[in-house]
């Protein structure tokens, strides 16, 4: 009988001491469970709180990022206002970029369009305080660059300043093509626009610093430069485009042959001591081929090419006045002239002036359309031309 009152009693310890260690594993899940839960309820209390400051953020954000739109839009539609209630014009805030220094030192004599005289160069320096030359960083891989710039030489900017109503501005100019034959602005490249911006291209022969230099180019010396947008073949070349016929008639602007007289190159040797100073060209036998391209089209005006003899340009301090009615494509300046002394007024001789990198070309065409370059000398007209631009500045980059 002990020995199973014993056995019970140990048993019921048993139970009793497994009765209490579930009981405390039950408090301790509960007890963990508690932690747990109050734990989750701060996490989840914390995160509504970051979640609600963030879409609070964002909230504060859309409307700065609104608010300075609004802005922005209102500072822009206050620059673009009308000056004058007179003036109903609307400006833009543009200035130019960059100065061209070219070898056409006047209008006359600078090709109608581009890429016409290969050899033409031109040295476009950018300004520094606007155009970092880190901006120019891959231009120089592409062959060839648009350029946008101002016809900053037209002889009718001012009308540009007046009421539109008042300024007299023609819808159309005449074309050297339909020989005089006039045709409305927008369907040609007449200088001669509502705005005076002109678009060119020209190839790209290297790029230093800040400047670049370009040949093929038909801008005259000092031409404010807008932009400069590199040109790309598969979407700037339109293999259907179309033009009217009109255009096609080439052989209207070129002349039979160019000749040079015998005192030309010892002529041009003289003066070759100062226009290297300044010149784009190496030597001047270059500076020649320079001036038969050019030659090579008849760069005289409508009038003077239908009645050379009676549409004599008058000179003012040996510079050319320009002939406002006869306003081509892209020229809006005669060629310079002068009468030579003959005996007989129905034998005058006409002898035309060039005006190339500084140096006087004096030159004359006959009824058949051959030039014959006489002399040259150097200019009294001043000119734009930087030493800085100089051939030494490209040589190396050039071989």
Known sequence: MKG???SEANGLRLGITLTVTFAVISIST???AYVFKRKSNALNSKIRELEASLKSSIDKCVSERQGRIRAQQALRKELTQPKSENLKLTYYPMSPIGTIHSCFSTRNGTPRQPLLVPLARASLVFNT???????????AEYSHCWI?????????LEKLWKNPSQSGFKAKVRVPRLKGGKMGVFATRSPHRPCPIGLTVAKVEAVHENMMLLSGVDLVDGTPVLDVKPYVPYCDSIKEAAVPNWLMVDNLLTVASVSFSGEFTSALENCWTIA?????????????????QVLSWDIRSLSQRNRPHDALSKKENDEPLANTSDVDEHQDETAFVHESEQNSPNSMEVIYHLILDGLNISYKIDQDGNVIVENV???????????????LTWKDKLQ
């Open 4 to 6: 199973i009152f014993i």
């Open 30 to 32: 509960a007890i963990s």
């Open 129 to 139: 305080t606007r155009v970092p030359p880190a901006s120019l960083e891959g231009l």
């Open 148 to 156: 946008l710039y101002v016809f900053h030489l037209n002889t009718d």
């Open 276 to 292: 290297e100073k300044k010149s784009l060209y190496a030597s001047p036998g270059e500076f020649q081929s320079l001036i038969k």
């Open 377 to 391: 000398s150097n200019s009294a007209v001043l000119d734009n031309s930087s030493n800085s631009c100089n051939y």
